[in-house]
């Protein structure tokens, strides 16, 4: 058996734009090579690695408690994007 389980999500009301589509298809063809490899892991950019590269991070590295923060620049672009500032 396999237990997954989360600490936190993200949700929107905007539709996916451009970025979007290709992240999610990166993320989906970087899963699936490394379930056929046999790697477990949360699909994502990691941001512990230099250039933060798609890949599978250790369950044990990804946990809640991280403050998000909604200075970034990628956070405010999206956000204008989406008509919500």
């Known amino acids: 058996k396999?237990?997954?389980?989360?600490?936190g999500y993200f949700a929107r009301s905007?539709?996916?734009?451009?970025?979007?589509?290709n992240l999610i298809g990166d993320c989906a063809k970087v899963g699936v090579e490394s379930a056929i490899a046999g790697?477990?892991?949360?699909?994502?950019?990691?941001?512990g690695k230099e250039g933060h590269p798609i890949r599978a991070i250790e369950f044990?590295?990804?946990k809640?408690?991280?403050p998000f923060?909604?200075?970034?620049?990628?956070?405010?672009?999206m956000i204008k994007e989406i008509g919500q500032a």
Do not use: H, L, P, Y
Request: net charge negative; with cysteine; hydrophobic share 30%.
């Open 14 to 21: 905007a539709a996916a734009n451009d970025f979007d589509r």
């Open 39 to 47: 790697v477990s892991g949360c699909m994502g950019q990691d941001e």
């Open 60 to 62: 044990e590295r990804v």
């Open 64 to 66: 809640g408690g991280k």
């Open 2 to 7: 396999t237990i997954v389980q989360k600490s």
């Open 69 to 77: 923060d909604t200075t970034q620049e990628w956070f405010q672009q």
